[in-house]
């Protein structure tokens, strides 16, 4: 390109002197016929200088004037003619795209996948991490937690009791509220579980929500006994009451009681914390959980007063703990508090995930300019000579470069409106594959949006203008001599730039197959553990009973005992019991000291997770027992002594041999004294791939609670049996209600763990599948388009007598090379890149060798074997006929 083609681009120096000149000499024209005028008429030259000078007036202002004119009018006219030659270029582009209607489809699909992967993800990137919160200054917002100081990492909820001395003893924030995920049986002739939200009275004043309709919660609708006021969240009101605007006052059946709606909330209100939620309450715990400083259930939300920071806050709320520590040192000792801002605490766990994914198609998409540019340079190879013409007959390269860029734009734009359709289904899908259980609320209105929309045409210009620049200045600046010596023949460069391409191509594509590949084995070593229980064949579903109807604990043991029962005697059951968390299922840690063993400090005594289950629980799990003996029917009851049954972590964390039976512990406060009678394996209590914890089991008949999980052994189809459950509990429980029936294998599928290492191998996969297919793509286009080019040269060979082999492995070389090269700088980026996935595998490196030759193998033979077909077709080549066409 010459030095002056911005010149040539945008004329705007060159306008300006041509103004200027042009001014001048309409001045210089009206004075010289002036001054001729003058002298006809008698005066000598200088005196009708002088006087025609003199006439015309301030020079310099008619100058100025005239000059400001002109201008005005050639920017007129030069925007008129850039947009005429604009609309031109666009024809011109659109007419040769007509021409080639193959190489258009390949490149607008191309762009349409790529674009389209990269405008699903960036909608789930905008919804979760750029759009703010549905709160009122949401960067004033932070959650609260109780930590041991002892265990940084074992946060836990706070007690009703310390949430009170932390909102009246504190400096640092406005307000502070407090909020627990729960579920009601709502309706009364056909009951339904449905999701709820139960908070303190000030909750939606401290997010600083409004409601859409009515109003929320006031002061003292959260005591005891309170009549109970619901907000319907919009979803829930839109699907339950059509939106009806009367529904305000309404009265409906929540846990057989009756609840008054005061108020519908806003359509983009979300509180990623307690899910998709239907009703919100105010909470109902009664009074023994509000007393109790030692029982944690209640989750903390808080707003800073102004000027407030993270830091001042946190030391603000451990100088108060150290208060209750020393006010309270059964409960609060070796207790401290934790601040964190509200956004991390919501979205915090899905950012790495986000991230990686958006990165995935960021690579994806880099690969698919990389292949059209490709496309463009073997078709700007074709056009040489048309080009060369054009510059011949008085093309500017400038210009040159414009139309070519017009043309790239153009198919990045319609690739990019592709782009949009791909979204559209791709965000579905994509949404689609997430469990009900692990999908962020912030999800569900995802979708093509404004945001998406000016993102996919930044984007679309962006694609264009990478794909299409390196190939419209190679096209435009071509060697008229290399052109008359070749012909349509390709230059080394542009070879040399076309092989750098598809290197580029492979080495993208390894570091996304590297990637799928760990998280799939990472997947595989995930399912491999044993769980300690048979997942197969057993159905699993949540009973719930209404509080108000089943108040007296007596009435809970005798209720559930007779629904358990019921569902053990349906045909082709072999076992059923009940618990209060399954397993996968975190539940309460209680702390404990051991009888015959030192008493600990308060607050370092030992802990073990704390559920309850029935007899039978264990048999219908395939939990095995190895010492002592399961839950009998006596135990629980009136008079009976306190049983216990611990798993193996438990025996050996506490006692020396790793034998329990015959020990005894007590809970925390010593109100109770429990007899080990029973020891059982270990089973995962949270996430698969996590430690197991001391678990302490009590029958449920001792500690009944409203809600139970329910687990039944049998060969029965599951939907079968959900209903059979179903029937027992409405004839046995009327009001309560039967909770998401499904298989245990479903649960492990949809667990945190497996999900955080399947949902990255899908997308990812995909995305690598897809750029793999490109890369291939792009290794055939160029050395099929070598073949041809040296079509010449392979007559030549065959004339003189080369082996179909040799012929063979001229071309295969040419794609194995740019494979390795390309393969080796794939590795040595998934090894740079891998740290960023390290945390998300499991029992597996980033680094791991076997995965990453495993992936080279597989690349490099798949690379190689897209040159199969242009070796053999070099192989046919015709030395007569190669000659003569030269």
Known sequence: MTDDTPKKLFHHEATRRTVQRDVDDEMRFHLEQRIDDLVARGMSADDARELAVREFGDVKAARAELASMDRRRVRKFAATEWIASVGQDIKFAARSLRKRPGFAAAVLLTL?????????????????????????RPDRLVHLWEVYQSRVDNRSEASYPDYLDWRARNRSFSDMAGYYAGAFVYGAEHPQIVRAGKTTANFFDVLGVHAELGRTFAEGEDAVGAPRRVLLGYGFWQRGFAGDRSVIGRTITLDGTNATIIGVLPKDFQFARVGNVSIWAPIDRLDRSRQQRGMHWLNIVARLKDGVTLRTASLNMSAIMGQLAREYPPTNNGRDAQVIALRD??????????????????????????????????????????????IALGAGRGRLVRQLMTESLLLAVLGGAAGLVVAHYGIHTLVGVIPPGQRPPALADVGVNGPVAIYSCLISVVAGVLFGLVPALREARPQMAEVLKQG??????????????????????????SGAALFGRSLVKLM?????FQAEHLTIAGVFLPDANYVKPELRVATFDQIVSRARALPGVDAAGLVTKLPLDWGNSVGFDIVGQAPTEPGKEPTASYRTSSPGYFSALEIPLSHGRDFGAGDGVANAPPAGIVNRAFAEAYFKNGNAIGQSVVMGGGRDTIHIVGQVGDVPIGNIDEHIPPTLYVPFAQDPETYMSIAIRSQRDVGELARELTRIVEETAPGAGVVNPMAMDQLITNSSSVFMRRFPLLLIGAFAAATLVLALIGVYGVVSY??????RELGIRVALGAQTRSLVMLVVRHGAWMAAAGVTIGIASSLLLG????????????????????????????????????????????????????
């Open 786 to 791: 070598s073949v041809a080019q040296r079509t």
């Open 528 to 532: 491999s553990i044993q769980l300690g």
């Open 112 to 136: 349409a996948l790529g674009i389209g992967a990269n405008a699903a993800i960036f909608s789930v990137v905008e919804a979760v991490l750029i759009k703010p919160l549905p709160f009122s």
């Open 345 to 390: 605490q919501l979205i915090g766990s899905v950012r790495p995930l986000v991230v990686l994914l958006y990165g995935a198609v960021a690579v994806m998409l880099l690969v698919a300019c990389a292949n059209v540019a490709n496309l463009l340079l073997m078709r700007g190879a074709d056009r040489r000579r048309e080009v060369a013409v054009r």
């Open 488 to 513: 349509v023949r390709g230059s080394a460069r542009a070879g040399a730039v076309r092989d750098a391409l598809v290197v580029g191509e492979v080495a993208l594509t390894m570091v996304l197959m």
């Open 835 to 886: 740290r960023f996935v390290a945390g998300m595998l499991y029992g597996i490196g980033a680094r791991d060798p076997v995965t990453l030759a495993l992936v080279s193998i597989v690349l490099g033979v798949a690379a190689v074997s897209a040159t199969i077909v242009p070796a053999k077709r070099a192989t046919k080549v015709d030395p007569a006929v190669a000659l003569q066409a030269e």
